[in-house]
C-alpha cells in the first residue's frame, strides 16, 4: 500500500501502460479496510445463523425455508468472497490479481447475483402457489421439487455465467482497451441484450407479478374471512392458516422489495454505462446492493420467531444437545 501523496502513482511502476493509482490517506484506508471487514463479518455470521437453524432443525425443513436458505448461502458468499475482494478493489484503486482472477471474479459475482434473483423468483412462485392456490400447494410444492429447483437455479444459473464471460473473453484483457491494472465489466451487444431478457426483465416481471397477485388475493381473503366470523371453529382455523400464510408473504415481500430497490437501479446503470453516470454513484448503488445481503437476517429476525428462538440454542450451544434437531421450533416460536 503506498500512503504518500506524489503527484501521480501508478499500480505496476515498471509496466508502461500501467493504470494510476488512486491517492489515499492512512486514515481513508484504515477507515474503509475497517468497514469492509465488519461488514465482510457481520454479512457472513448472519447469514451463517439463518443456514445453521434451517439445516439443523428438522421441522424447518418447508420448501419456503430451503429457498431461503439457498438465498443465504449466496448472500453468505457474498459476505465471504465479493465482498473483501471487492473492498480492495475499491480501496486500492487498482486490481492486482491478474486477468485469470479478474476473470473468476466477475464470474462470481455475477453467478451470486444472478441465483439471489432466481432464488426471489422461486420465493414469489411458492408464495404465489401457498396464498392464491392454497389447496393445490401441499401437492405441488414439496420438498423434493423445491431441492431439485433449487438444484436447477444453481446449475442454469452456472452454465449461463461461463458462457457469458467466457465469450466477452474476460480472461483475456490483452485485446481491450484498458490499462494494466483494471478489472472491469465489458459486454457485447449481443451479450447485452440477452442479460437484459434474462437477468432483468423476465425474473423482475414474474416477482412483481406475482407479488401483486399475492396481495391482491390477501386484501380480497381478509374481507371474506372477516364477514364470516362467527365463532365456529373450522373458520378460525382457516383464518389462522391464512394469516400465516399471508405473514411469510410480507415478510418475504419485504426481501424482495429491498432486494429489487438496490437491483433495479444497479443493473440499469451497469447496463448503459454512460458517461452521465459518475464512478461514485456506481459505487454508491454497488455497495448498497452488497449491504442488502446481510439485510435479509435482520428480517427474519423480526418476523420470524423461529429465528430468534434457533438463534437463541445456536450461540448457546443448545444444538449440540441430543435430538436437538427434533425440537419442534414452530410450536416454540408460536409461528
Excluded at 114 to 122: A, C, E, K, Q, R
Excluded at 238 to 243: D, G, I, L, N, P
Excluded at 310 to 327: C, D, E, G, N, Y
Aim: aromatic share 14%.
Amino acid at each position: 500500500m503506498a500512503y504518500e501523496t506524489e503527484d501521480t502513482q501508478y499500480c505496476f511502476p515498471d509496466i508502461n501502460s500501467s493504470c494510476v493509482k488512486g491517492q489515499r490517506t492512512r486514515l481513508e484506508y484504515n477507515i474503509m479496510y475497517v468497514f469492509v471487514s465488519l461488514l465482510s463479518a457481520w454479512t457472513v455470521f448472519l447469514n451463517l445463523l439463518v443456514i445453521i437453524s434451517i439445516s439443523h432443525f428438522k421441522k424447518l425443513h418447508t420448501p419456503t425455508n430451503l429457498l431461503i436458505l439457498s438465498l443465504a448461502v449466496a448472500d453468505l458468499l457474498v459476505g465471504l468472497v465479493v465482498i473483501p475482494i471487492e473492498g480492495i478493489k475499491q480501496i486500492e484503486t487498482c486490481w492486482y490479481f491478474g486477468d485469470t482472477y479478474c476473470g473468476l471474479y466477475v464470474m462470481t459475482v455475477r453467478l451470486l447475483l444472478s441465483t439471489s434473483l432466481i432464488n426471489l423468483v422461486l420465493i414469489a412462485v411458492d408464495r404465489y402457489m401457498a396464498v392464491c392456490h392454497s389447496l393445490l400447494y401441499p401437492q405441488t410444492i414439496t420438498t423434493t421439487k423445491t431441492l431439485i429447483s433449487i438444484f436447477l437455479c444453481w446449475f442454469c444459473c452456472s452454465v449461463y455465467i461461463i458462457s457469458s464471460v467466457i465469450s466477452n473473453g474476460y480472461f483475456d484483457m490483452s485485446n481491450k482497451t484498458l490499462c494494466f491494472g483494471q478489472c472491469i465489466v465489458l459486454i457485447t451487444p449481443a451479450w447485452r441484450f440477452i442479460d437484459l431478457i434474462c437477468s432483468f426483465l423476465f425474473p423482475c416481471t414474474v416477482i412483481i407479478t406475482a407479488y401483486l397477485r399475492i396481495f391482491y388475493v390477501v386484501h380480497k381473503q381478509v374481507k371474506v374471512i372477516n364477514s364470516q366470523i362467527n365463532g365456529v371453529k373450522c373458520v378460525m382455523e382457516v383464518s389462522v392458516k391464512r394469516k400465516s400464510e399471508s405473514k411469510a408473504a410480507q415478510t418475504l415481500g419485504i426481501i424482495v422489495t429491498a432486494y429489487l430497490l438496490c437491483w433495479i437501479p444497479f443493473y440499469i446503470c451497469s447496463l448503459t454505462k454512460t458517461t452521465a453516470i459518475s464512478a461514485t454513484t456506481m459505487t454508491f448503488l454497488t455497495w448498497t446492493f452488497y449491504i442488502n445481503s446481510g439485510l435479509n437476517p435482520i428480517v427474519y429476525a423480526l418476523f420470524y420467531s423461529w429465528f430468534k428462538i434457533s438463534v437463541k440454542h445456536i450461540v448457546t450451544f443448545r444444538i449440540f444437545q441430543p435430538a436437538s434437531s427434533l425440537m419442534n421450533i414452530l410450536t416454540e416460536g408460536h409461528s
